[in-house]
């Protein structure tokens, strides 16, 4: 049974920083990429920032390229998002996510969708 958590959510003022934590216990071996999303009132959800697991190879939208950074921890299943120079704009519900894949351009959040998610949580940027 898949199950991803996520952790690190809360309230930051414009410009501060959070780190998001997500901890996938399913069967990871047939996980290849691991990402965040996002989903704000009344908007679609929007990939975030995505990772392929062998390689590290990252892929992020356009609206946090140079503030966000997603990582891969020592154990494989886990990986974070550090969010630096937050923005209004950014409060939104983020959700973990994961996915198989046969080649690493499957992890593009931006084109492709993913297949597990967490329960998600919440960030809120007040200006």
């Known amino acids: 049974q898949e199950l991803l958590v996520e952790s690190g959510g809360g309230s930051v003022q414009a410009g501060g920083s959070l780190r998001l934590s997500c901890t996938d216990s399913?069967?990871?071996?047939?996980?290849?990429?691991m990402g965040w999303f996002r989903q704000a009132p009344g908007k679609e959800r929007e990939g975030v920032a995505g990772?392929?697991?062998?390689?590290?190879?990252?892929y992020y939208a356009d609206s946090v390229k140079g503030r966000f950074a997603i990582s891969q921890g020592s154990v494989k299943s886990t990986v974070y998002l550090q969010m630096n120079d937050l923005k209004p704009d950014d409060t939104a519900m983020y959700y973990c996510?994961?996915?198989?894949?046969?080649?690493?351009?499957?992890?593009?959040?931006?084109?492709?969708?993913?297949?597990?998610w967490g329960q998600g949580t919440q960030v809120t940027v007040s200006s």
């Open positions: 399913g069967p990871i071996n047939s996980r290849k990429c």
């Open positions: 996510s994961a996915r198989a894949a046969t080649r690493r351009g499957f992890c593009d959040v931006r084109q492709y969708g993913y297949d597990y």
């Open positions: 990772i392929y697991l062998d390689d590290g190879g990252t």
